[in-house]
Nanobody
Framework: QVQLVESGGGLVQPGGSLRLSCAASGIHFRFYDMGWYRQALGKQRELVARMTNKGSTTYADSVKGRFTISRDNSKSTVNLQMNSLKPEDTAVYYC??????????WGQGTQVTVSS
């Protein structure tokens, strides 16, 4: 059974930082591309950051220079370090694991709220 379990969300003031973590089980983690997506209220889910199984990264323009994705294949975890947070970063953040176009899995999501 595949599980992606996110943690680390919460309430933070503008300019603050949060670190999200996603622990994967039930997949051969090192073969999967891993990503973070977010969905704000009333909006579509969008890509935040993604790291391929070879370590290549992609970031949304809105988070470049502020967010950093990393992975630890030995622990089957992927992290998202979020700095200089803005109110517009408020959303539910989802962990994603994908393998070619054959398998695609999602976590349950973790709420991030940026507000003073």
């Amino acid at each position: 059974q595949v599980q992606l379990v996110e943690s680390g969300g919460g309430l933070v003031q503008p300019g603050g930082s949060l670190r999200l973590s996603c622990a994967a089980s039930g997949i051969h983690f090192r073969f999967y591309d891993m990503g973070w997506y977010r969905q704000a209220l009333g909006k579509q889910r969008e890509l935040v950051a993604r790291m391929t199984n070879k370590g290549s990264t992609t970031y949304a323009d809105s988070v470049k220079g502020r967010f950093t994705i990393s992975r630890d294949n030995s622990k089957s975890t992927v992290n998202l370090q979020m700095n200089s947070l803005k109110p517009e970063d408020t959303a539910v953040y989802y962990c994603n694991a994908s393998y070619l176009h054959l398998h695609n899995y999602w976590g349950q999501g973790t709420q991030v709220t940026v507000s003073s």
